[in-house]
């Protein structure tokens, strides 16, 4: 077998295993998924009064604020897919990681196929049936499930990267916490509201510039060159973030805590 | 009627002080609060200066501004009472409690409010520090400090025992955390925590005055940034008839659990 169909196999055989325990835990599953939406739910409704109430206030609307809410909660529950990528410092801290590292595949593939969050996956399907309700287009459809790949390779790879501080720094747990949602809070308002040097930390030290204002250009816009810019910057982040990975993987001196089998 | 308060006082003064040990940690790790300041000054400043108004929803901008930092200190500031709760009846050890000479209820109210208290003023602490940096200082009058620490203690009071009745209902349920959920986000929205509900359209205006989470988050960071009196005392009014009207929603919830507790073991 070549070795992309083992690690296809790796995959698949982990998707089976995951898909077993999403129907184990059926009801918490679903309590997850509900207290998600209504989170959305309650700040969409933040923004369907706010765009009510100012109209005019710029060129977008209610549907632009919309758009930038389903792609990334798509875009999250892709990365959910690699669930592991959010808690590499916490794996490599609780001596999770010698388990990955004694097997033969790939230490950070394994490891982040290891661990699926499935349920979300129900969660990408109801946001991109109502994004289908609100634009009935097949051209915006197809951007939107573009742009939704591109911003959870983003994602990913800005996780990936701090994940990857973990075996630098003691509280990289912490510091990424905080810049992840950082990403994502920055991600949920337009970014016409920043001025000044909050436009550049968009679009470079927490990128959320490419999760809320290009999907919307793209989109509605037809502004096709960001796609390009978008994914090469996804690519990067996610090179940069297996570099520093396997630059920790040199530094890493095992401790006395000893996990068999984790995930 | 005092001296029997006296025990619910102690915990919750014994609650403050060992939390007083945290409070540095919870001013270091308020990276949320930063972030979401930081946004919302963004966004109400473009939104000022776009559509042009000096007023929006009864509140000058420098007013939102600060509105939203107390609003974001007092739900920030909130403990996980009740998972508290909700761990106590399904552990067994809410039986222990019932052999005290202490009404469960509030004592749980009176070690999660000396907790938030000192929470609350760290969390403001921080909000104050940004949004002097970012904006300029707010001095509100001082003679609305009295009336703003009684309405804050008495916002508070009443979250925290809809939060416990919320735990309560781990009798029936083995998870609460939906109930919580749909509590804390309504009060997200509904109580004005992201928004004055001034700026709401009518149904959903007329919603909020029904609820009570009004009393708990828009009212006292209304009157931080309003510093009026008059609102104050019938605030307050308001306010205590919620956290009576809502401890005997949750005794009467917690009497009609304790009939259904069946502990096994010692």
Redesign the interface.
Same mark, same amino acid.
């Given at each position: 077998m070549s070795t992309v169909g083992k690690y296809l196999g790796l995959f698949l055989g982990y998707l089976y295993i995951n898909a077993k325990g999403l129907l184990e835990y059926k009801v918490?599953s679903l309590?997850a998924l %509900?207290?998600s939406l209504?989170?959305s739910a309650?700040?969409l409704?933040?923004w369907w009064?706010?765009f009510?109430? %100012?109209p005019n206030?710029?060129e977008w609307q209610f549907v632009h604020l919309f758009t930038i809410w389903a792609v990334l909660n798509v875009a999250l529950t892709l990365v959910s897919v690699f669930y592991n990528v959010y808690k590499i410092p916490a794996i490599i801290n609780e001596g999770k990681l010698e388990y990955y590292l004694v097997r033969p595949k790939n230490a950070l593939f394994h490891l982040l196929v290891a661990r699926m969050q499935l349920i979300d996956l129900l969660e990408a399907a109801i946001w991109f049936i109502s994004f289908i309700i609100l634009k009935p287009e097949l051209p915006a459809i197809l951007l939107f499930l573009l742009m939704s790949v591109i911003s959870a390779a983003i994602i990913h790879g800005f996780l990936l990267i701090l994940g990857s501080l973990g075996f630098f720094l003691k509280s990289a747990d912490?510091i990424g916490t905080?810049l992840y949602?950082?990403l994502i809070?920055?991600s949920t308002?337009p970014n016409?509201?920043?001025?000044g040097a909050?436009k550049w930390i968009i679009f470079t030290v927490i990128p959320a510039g490419f999760i809320s204002y290009v999907p919307v250009q793209v989109i509605y816009n037809r502004a096709y060159l960001w796609i390009l810019g978008s994914l090469g910057f996804g690519i990067l982040l996610n090179v940069i973030g297996c570099v520093v990975f396997s630059r920790g993987l040199k530094y890493f001196e095992t401790g006395n805590t000893f996990v068999l089998r984790a995930d | 009627m005092l001296k029997s308060m006296d025990k619910y006082l102690a915990a919750a003064a014994l609650s403050a002080k060992n939390y007083l040990g945290y409070a540095s940690e919870v001013i270091f790790r308020s990276g949320f609060l930063v972030v979401i300041l930081f946004v919302f000054v963004n966004l109400w400043t473009v939104t000022y200066s776009r559509s042009g108004a000096e007023i929006i929803a009864g509140f000058d901008l420098r007013q939102m501004l600060w509105y939203l930092v107390f609003t974001e200190s007092i739900v920030i500031s909130r403990p996980r009472v009740h998972l508290k709760v909700e761990e106590d009846i399904r552990t067994g050890a809410v039986s222990y409690a019932l052999a005290r000479p202490y009404n469960y209820l509030l004592f749980q109210l009176s070690v999660s409010f000396g907790e938030r208290m000192v929470r609350f003023i760290s969390t403001l602490t921080v909000g104050y520090a940004v949004m002097t940096v970012m904006v300029r200082p707010y001095f509100p009058d001082l003679s609305i400090l009295p009336f703003l620490t009684v309405t804050v203690a008495l916002a508070m009071m009443a979250d925290l025992i809809g939060m416990i009745t919320i735990g309560f209902l781990a009798f029936w349920v083995e998870d609460v955390s939906p109930f919580f959920l749909v509590y804390s986000r309504l009060q997200m929205l509904l109580g004005g925590m992201i928004v004055p509900i001034t700026l709401f359209p009518p149904f959903l205006r007329k919603l909020s005055e029904w609820l009570p989470f009004r009393f708990m988050v828009y009212a006292p960071a209304k009157l931080f940034v309003n510093c009026d009196i008059s609102q104050a005392l019938s605030l307050m009014a308001g306010q205590i008839f919620i956290c009576v009207l809502l401890f005997l929603i949750g005794m009467s919830i917690y009497r009609m659990g304790v009939k259904r507790l069946d502990v096994n073991g010692g």
């Amino acid at each position: 077998m070549s070795t992309v169909g083992k690690y296809l196999g790796l995959f698949l055989g982990y998707l089976y295993i995951n898909a077993k325990g999403l129907l184990e835990y059926k009801v918490s599953s679903l309590i997850a998924l %509900f207290g998600s939406l209504l989170n959305s739910a309650i700040w969409l409704v933040f923004w369907w009064v706010f765009f009510k109430r %100012f109209p005019n206030i710029s060129e977008w609307q209610f549907v632009h604020l919309f758009t930038i809410w389903a792609v990334l909660n798509v875009a999250l529950t892709l990365v959910s897919v690699f669930y592991n990528v959010y808690k590499i410092p916490a794996i490599i801290n609780e001596g999770k990681l010698e388990y990955y590292l004694v097997r033969p595949k790939n230490a950070l593939f394994h490891l982040l196929v290891a661990r699926m969050q499935l349920i979300d996956l129900l969660e990408a399907a109801i946001w991109f049936i109502s994004f289908i309700i609100l634009k009935p287009e097949l051209p915006a459809i197809l951007l939107f499930l573009l742009m939704s790949v591109i911003s959870a390779a983003i994602i990913h790879g800005f996780l990936l990267i701090l994940g990857s501080l973990g075996f630098f720094l003691k509280s990289a747990d912490g510091i990424g916490t905080e810049l992840y949602n950082a990403l994502i809070t920055f991600s949920t308002y337009p970014n016409w509201i920043f001025r000044g040097a909050a436009k550049w930390i968009i679009f470079t030290v927490i990128p959320a510039g490419f999760i809320s204002y290009v999907p919307v250009q793209v989109i509605y816009n037809r502004a096709y060159l960001w796609i390009l810019g978008s994914l090469g910057f996804g690519i990067l982040l996610n090179v940069i973030g297996c570099v520093v990975f396997s630059r920790g993987l040199k530094y890493f001196e095992t401790g006395n805590t000893f996990v068999l089998r984790a995930d | 009627m005092l001296k029997s308060m006296d025990k619910y006082l102690a915990a919750a003064a014994l609650s403050a002080k060992n939390y007083l040990g945290y409070a540095s940690e919870v001013i270091f790790r308020s990276g949320f609060l930063v972030v979401i300041l930081f946004v919302f000054v963004n966004l109400w400043t473009v939104t000022y200066s776009r559509s042009g108004a000096e007023i929006i929803a009864g509140f000058d901008l420098r007013q939102m501004l600060w509105y939203l930092v107390f609003t974001e200190s007092i739900v920030i500031s909130r403990p996980r009472v009740h998972l508290k709760v909700e761990e106590d009846i399904r552990t067994g050890a809410v039986s222990y409690a019932l052999a005290r000479p202490y009404n469960y209820l509030l004592f749980q109210l009176s070690v999660s409010f000396g907790e938030r208290m000192v929470r609350f003023i760290s969390t403001l602490t921080v909000g104050y520090a940004v949004m002097t940096v970012m904006v300029r200082p707010y001095f509100p009058d001082l003679s609305i400090l009295p009336f703003l620490t009684v309405t804050v203690a008495l916002a508070m009071m009443a979250d925290l025992i809809g939060m416990i009745t919320i735990g309560f209902l781990a009798f029936w349920v083995e998870d609460v955390s939906p109930f919580f959920l749909v509590y804390s986000r309504l009060q997200m929205l509904l109580g004005g925590m992201i928004v004055p509900i001034t700026l709401f359209p009518p149904f959903l205006r007329k919603l909020s005055e029904w609820l009570p989470f009004r009393f708990m988050v828009y009212a006292p960071a209304k009157l931080f940034v309003n510093c009026d009196i008059s609102q104050a005392l019938s605030l307050m009014a308001g306010q205590i008839f919620i956290c009576v009207l809502l401890f005997l929603i949750g005794m009467s919830i917690y009497r009609m659990g304790v009939k259904r507790l069946d502990v096994n073991g010692g």
